[in-house]
């Protein structure tokens, strides 16, 4: 069975910790890793996603390094900057010692860089066409279950195609791009399957 547990944090946010994480299709967690739930975060679902290696070490999935919205802040030299330097977030990381200072954040940090980073979360249509910020195969999955209309349009061949992986439980590991009608249809319900504005 798998359990749950549940702290407050020093920062004052409470967080829930259990073996399994939201993004079923997207990351699978080492043995050990445990999601830990951001009750700070407001949103229907999170898209950033804390674990606890076990060890008083704490990563997010998607990685936060190099984030637009981080590195404006550290840019910006904005009230969280100071942490965000601190984790190594400002930039992308390029070496081990920076893979390994992302990767191990303590709790309190983590809170923080995810509460801050769903603070500004909104999906938007790119030129090439694109999504940003990059479309989970879990949350593309949920559209088309749990919209009807995603099966229809210009999001039936992407639906046809994810839930028929899903039922085949195999998934080619290449990346899909998006047409332009599809990233146009698929970016707002990505937004209220998240209950953005």
Known sequence: MKTARCSLLAIGLAACASSAGPHRYDHHPDRGDVYV??????????????????????????????????????????????????????????????????????????????????????????????????????????????????REGALKSLCDRELGYVASGQRPDIGIGFTAEEATALAPLLNDLYGIP
């Not at 404006?72 to 390029?94: D, I, N, V, Y």
């Open 37 to 150: 739930k951001n009750a700070a975060v407001t949103l229907a679902r999170e898209y950033w996603v804390i674990y606890d290696r076990g060890d008083g070490r704490h990563y997010l999935f998607p990685r936060p390094d190099g984030d637009r919205a981080i590195a404006a802040e550290c840019a910006a030299g904005g009230p969280k900057a100071p942490l965000f330097r601190a984790a190594m977030l400002c930039e992308a990381a390029s070496s081990t010692a920076a893979v390994d200072r992302v990767n191990s954040l303590s709790r309190d940090e983590a809170i923080e860089v995810s509460t801050f980073l769903h603070a500004g979360l909104k999906f938007k249509v790119t030129p090439g066409p694109g999504i940003e910020p990059h479309v989970l195969i879990s949350d593309q999955v949920d559209v088309c279950n749990t919209y009807g209309s995603a």
